[in-house]
């Protein structure tokens, strides 16, 4: 029996094989194998899930090893040399015509590229802020509203305080939060716990706070299911009450805290600011 042709796949089956196949290839690679595969590559359902690169330019790119060089190299060959991260995320998002609900967005992402997102990305349930978005984590919060089916945010350094009672207010499906690397202090908790009473899934893993803010999150989050607290720094080990307290939670990781010697004599915040 003579073997079917990927080219000849209903089109349906093709757009959903290949939208699996990650953005570099989605663009530089699949539209080039033949014309039935360029067409799929054009279907906004190919473009859903947005996991942009960590860097766009490779002049952005410290690490000789990163796996972003060869990516950022590739760009500038086929598109222009100083394609600017603004314009790449505006040309990748159009793509989706609004149906993409999950994105990362990549390092040195703008305010004007951010707006472009909200405004486009009405069917959002993902985002992914990054670590080196520090100018725009400010101005998150006026956007959240436009993200009514969000469920998930990977949150930078900054500014929680402001953007999670934006999530309780708009993002009634809102369950999952991460902010590892991050200082969480009382104003923090407090956020975590009045703004997100249905959260089920939190990670600071790597984060600063210490026993008491702990203590406000396990006695506050009724719905946790996955709370992971590894190598987290201002306590050293989960004691006999944390552990009760957190009794209710299926899955909870909390090895590898530590209580750094200068601790004490610091502003945590700064810690979290380079």
């Known amino acids: 029996m003579e073997e079917r042709k990927w080219e000849e796949l209903n089109m349906?089956?093709?757009?959903?094989?290949l939208g699996r196949a990650g953005m570099e290839s989605l663009l530089l690679d699949v539209p080039y194998v033949c014309k039935s595969w360029y067409?799929?590559?054009?279907?906004?359902q190919c473009?859903?899930?947005l996991i942009f690169p960590t860097y766009i330019k490779s002049d952005d790119i410290m690490e000789e090893d990163s796996p972003d060089r060869a990516f950022a190299e590739r760009l500038a060959v086929n598109y222009q040399e100083n394609l600017s991260v603004t314009a790449f995320l505006k040309f990748i998002v159009n793509r989706s015509?609004?149906?993409t609900t999950i994105i990362k967005l990549p390092n040195y992402c703008t305010e004007e590229a951010l707006e472009y997102v909200a405004n486009e990305c009405p069917r959002l349930k993902v985002l992914h802020v990054g670590a080196f978005n520090m100018s725009i984590e400010d101005i998150i919060p006026k956007f959240i509203s436009k993200w009514k089916s969000l469920e998930m945010m990977?949150?930078?350094?900054?500014?929680?305080?402001?953007?999670l009672p934006q999530i309780g207010l708009h993002c009634n499906n809102f369950i999952w939060l991460s902010a590892p690397h991050t200082f969480i202090g009382k104003d923090e908790a407090s956020a975590i716990v009045t703004s997100l009473p249905k959260l089920k899934y939190l990670d600071l893993h790597?984060?600063?706070f210490e026993k008491e803010t702990l203590v406000m999150i396990l006695k506050g989050c009724k719905k946790?299911?996955?709370l992971d607290i590894r190598d987290c720094w201002g306590f050293h080990g989960v004691d006999a009450e944390m552990l009760e307290l957190a009794s209710h939670i299926p899955t909870f990781m909390y090895e590898g805290s530590i209580i750094l010697p200068f601790y004490d004599k610091v502003n945590e915040r700064t810690m979290f600011m380079v």
Do not use: F, T
Not at 12 to 17: E, F, P, R, W
Not at 154 to 163: A, I, S
């Open 12 to 17: 349906d089956i093709l757009v959903n094989v």
């Open 39 to 44: 067409k799929a590559s054009r279907e906004p």
């Open 47 to 49: 473009w859903e899930n």
């Open 97 to 99: 015509c609004g149906r």
């Open 154 to 163: 990977r949150m930078g350094k900054l500014h929680m305080e402001e953007v």
């Open 206 to 208: 790597n984060a600063s």
């Open 224 to 226: 946790l299911v996955h």
